[in-house]
């Protein structure tokens, strides 16, 4: 017989939903409480769930930018390491090369700024040209040629790095951003020919920074046809080594508050040095495991029918949804959709997803 506490005058009936059992079974485990109070064993099982979690999310929400910073160090070990260098595909793309999503019939030249080091940073484009700068979070900024302010015909531009409030000269196509690094990807047209698409690029591309425009530095070309090269972000505990890099480069607040928080959760704050202890690394290594699962179930299977052109029994997917690069609908992010493309795809414009001839 189970004896019931007097009711006294001031006794408040306490509803069950505000309270916490002696035990519950869940999917984390058994949680046990006194008086409320979580046990020491439980209070360790929840944390390493929530650090978990946190490691998780901070895992998805972070592959934009974890997809771009692979480009940027592969670009890097391959010798694009200043504005001024470029690789260019002189004879196309071959499968030596590891990038998502690029193809064997397209001319590619490629660089990346760092408008930490080089300040305002001008690119001079070629005429006939089609391309597009994308920040270190994976947003995009401008196109460049046809889809372009320039129209295709070639013009100077000038991308000015965060906070940047210096003088900004005439004569222009103006570009802020959010980021120092930058990502400029062009492309080249084929129809006179590969020779011809090449040649165009290597005699008339520029790009140097403001302060040199008086003596620009001589353009370095070096062809990535058949050379091996890695771009493609990983899937392991590296990628949040990596994120700690990028968030020690980038403005504090490149990424949001939000995803800002999921970082710090875990270790990765700005200007502090990131050394999980083997708790936490192991709970990386876990999370990262599991958040590489979840990014190729949302690739291979979604969810999302916004990703599905003709329905979920079709191969085919329209990976921009809508047409919004930021994978914002009514004011909500759609996060899986956000994971599809960046986990298997590269480049962000709206140009990408429009059906105009020779704009998209």
């Given at each position: ?46 944390y ?45 793309l ?11 019939s ?64 005439d ?32 005699d ?29 972000l990983?899937?392991?505990?590296s ?69 599905y ?35 298997g ?16």
């Open positions: 017989m189970t004896t019931q506490p007097p009711k006294m005058k001031m006794t408040t009936d306490i509803p069950a939903s505000i309270t916490a059992p002696d035990k519950v079974e869940t999917s984390i485990g058994t949680l046990e409480y006194f008086d409320g109070v979580p046990t020491e064993k439980t209070v360790e099982t929840v390493d769930y929530l650090d978990r979690s946190r490691a998780l999310e901070a895992f998805m929400n972070c592959i934009p930018a974890m997809s771009m910073y692979s480009i940027r160090e592969g670009q890097r070990d391959f010798g694009i390491d200043a504005c001024n260098k470029v690789i260019i595909y002189d004879t196309l071959d499968s030596k090369s590891l990038w998502l999503t690029a193809n064997t397209t001319m590619y030249a490629m660089s990346f700024l760092d408008l930490k080091n080089d300040g305002p940073t001008v690119i001079d484009l070629p005429p006939r040209m089609l391309g597009i700068l994308d920040d270190m979070a994976f947003l995009y900024m401008t196109d460049l040629g046809m889809a372009g302010p320039d129209k295709g015909k070639g013009g100077k531009f000038l991308v000015l790095p965060p906070g940047y409030e210096g003088e900004v000269p004569g222009y196509f103006v570009v802020q951003s959010n980021t120092y690094g930058a990502w400029v990807f062009m492309r080249g047209y084929l129809d006179k020919g590969i020779k011809a698409a090449s040649d165009n690029i290597r008339n591309l520029k790009l140097y920074p403001l302060s040199k425009k008086d003596n620009p530095p001589e353009m370095v070309f070096l062809n990535g046809s058949e050379k091996v090269i890695n771009t493609v990983p899937n392991d505990y990628f949040y080594e990596n994120l700690n890099a990028v968030v020690q480069e980038e403005p504090a607040e490149f990424l949001g508050p939000e995803i800002k928080g999921q970082l710090a959760a875990i270790g990765i704050v700005k200007g502090q040095p990131f050394n999980p202890d083997a708790r936490m690394k192991k709970i990386l290594v876990d999370a990262a495991a599991i958040g590489n699962a979840a990014a190729r179930a949302i690739s291979f299977m979604p969810r999302n029918p916004g990703l052109t003709y329905g979920k029994n079709s191969g085919w997917f329209k990976p921009i949804i809508s047409g919004d690069t930021t994978y914002t609908r009514n004011g909500a992010r759609e996060l899986e959709g956000r994971v599809f493309y960046h986990f795809y590269i480049c962000v414009s709206p140009a990408m997803a429009t059906t105009i001839p020779g704009a998209g």
